[in-house]
């Protein structure tokens, strides 16, 4: 069988990859001595992708929460819930839909070729019924119900809300209820089967395997064929925010806050790797727990222990944000965009980025040690047109300059404000 072997010597890393007829990606990231074992079965399609079509056919519009909706539904089969045939054979099945991406996967640490055909076979087979479909309406209108109460999920897509316009990121990975009422078992194949065609999908196992075997049941098991290049539409977002400052009340025990700003130059490949290793640096300097600005807010008593930032970069979006709970939402966030102000003229100095780099480096080589987090950083990184295991040389490669070249493009737009209170 022909694959190949990528060594990462600095990292202590093998990597294999195969390339299948049907032009599925599988790569197999072996741990030598780990137990445990992890394969993940993931297709390029997440919630921003309601618009599309397949080369040479008609554009298509579907209703926001399709996506996940498909997820769920994957899950059944005619036999049986696929949860209860995993736990059958000793293992942990599960699946997510993010903005991007859908992925069903297991782990286990015995049996691991069973469980790997059944993943294989059911997510090529879907089984979807007029009742069926109608039946999951109910079951995920009751999950859209409780995240519109889930304080830390409203704080976060209503930021979302304010920094976008137009694209779909900020629309409810799950949809609404008025949305998902609108989805029907038609509706739900044609998705399927523009989505889940081998060119746009990956498969990602790690654990103490052997190679041949791995792809030679992958060889033996896919049978789904390619339907064509998948043109994915979205909106033109302008630069601008949507609006500045939104607020929600719901039962919170103290107010919380989350502020951001929209990175508006897109990237991909390892520019997108090397920007979001640079913003983390950024945000870590900037407001990190061992910044001025984190110290003073701390002693003041703007912020607490919940306090946290992210720096979330994507082909076709792209954003940092932080927040927590506070008593004065509207005087932290005042602060805060002070500092980024301040950031901007300044820029970070070479003693903090030298010491910012080596332990987000260390933290990247700690991952390593994540059976899960490795099988998901793989096809995440694939679907950007990144290699994962390049993140190592990206570290070696980042330099002061790049960083605060990339403040200055980020840090200078304009910031947006979405406030939770208590009723």
Known sequence: MNYRTTEYRKLGETLHEYDHPSGLKVMLLKKPGYNKKTAMFGTHYGSIDNIFKVEGQR????????????????????????LDKFSKLGSSPNAFTSFNQTVYYFSCTDLFNENFRMLLNYVQNPWLTDENVEKEKGIIGQEIRMYEDNADWRVFFNLLDCLYVKHPVKLEIAGSIESISKINKELLYDCYHTFYTPSNMVVTVVGDLDPDEVFSIVDNMIQFKDKGKVEKKYPDEPDALNKDYKEQKLIVSMPLFYMGIKDNVRVTGMELLRRRIALGIALAASMGRSSELYGGLYNEGLINDSFRFEASIDSEYGYVACGGQSPDPKKTADIIGKAMKDLVLKGIDQNSFDR?????EGTFVRSLNSIDNIARELMESHFNGVRFLEVGRAFEEMN?????????????????????NPQ
């Open 59 to 82: 554009e298509i519009e579907v209703p926001d929460g399709i996506a996940h909706f498909l997820e769920h539904k994957l899950f059944e089969q005619e036999d049986g819930n696929m």
């Open 356 to 360: 910012i780099r080596k332990s987000h």
């Open 400 to 420: 002061l300059d790049y960083t605060n070249k990339v403040i200055q493009e980020v840090f200078r737009n304009p910031a947006a404000l979405s406030v939770v």
